[in-house]
């Protein structure tokens, strides 16, 4: 939890999203087990460019909507997490309004939700309906109009069953998914000790 406050406290206006990345602590060993990403506003995640990238360039602003993920593993159990911040504006401190704040309370409504439904019995789409039904009541649809590091992305979004030494397991929840998508995504009934 300490390398992720350092990373919030890494991001401020003005800043390089690679150097935001970098910074902090140097003790540690970078993308062991997940790399440190910045992505801002409408990269959706995994922003890590190396230095040769024209993303290494991006430039965090007053306003930005910046995520901030990082992971750290035990014994190939990997542990990832993350934190969306707003680059506060000359003047406005912590408050966020408008459509941004719409948007992150959405996204922590949607969080709790998914919290909540994974559990024994519970199926894989109950959290992706949720989700949806929790955005639409705010105005929004997951990853809209966002770009992906490797520019591939079309819509959905994919959430893996993580196990020792495998952090993109076969078993998933997709967020926002086209019919193809859809169809081509297991249902899962969730289980004790397995997702």
């Known amino acids: 939890m300490l390398s992720l406050k350092r990373r919030l406290e890494k991001c401020t206006k003005g ?7 970098i910074q902090g602590t140097p003790q540690l060993i970078q993308g062991i087990a997940f790399p440190t ?38 014994d190939g159990f990997a542990g990832v997490l993350a934190d969306t911040i707003v680059i506060p504006e000359e003047g406005a401190g912590d408050i966020v309004t408008g459509r941004k704040a719409d948007v992150l309370m959405a996204a922590w409504l949607a969080s709790e939700a998914a ?40 819509l959905g979004m994919l959430s893996h069953q993580q196990a020792r030494n495998e952090i993109a397991g076969k078993k998933t929840i997709i967020l926002n998914p ?10 899962v009934t969730f289980a004790e000790g397995v997702f």
């Open 178 to 187: 086209t019919t193809e998508q859809k169809n081509g995504t297991e249902v």
């Open 15 to 21: 800043k390089r999203s690679r150097k935001a990345c």
């Open 115 to 154: 919290i909540r439904l994974v559990k024994p019995g519970n199926k894989n789409y109950a959290v992706t309906d949720a989700v949806a039904k929790i955005a639409a009541a705010f105005g929004c649809k997951p990853l809209e109009g966002m770009s992906s590091y490797d520019r591939s992305l079309t």
């Open 37 to 74: 990403a910045i992505s801002p506003n409408n990269t959706v995640a995994h922003l890590s460019p190396i230095a040769s990238e024209p993303e290494a360039e991006i430039t965090l602003k007053a306003g930005d909507v910046v995520k901030i993920s990082l992971g750290a593993h035990i």
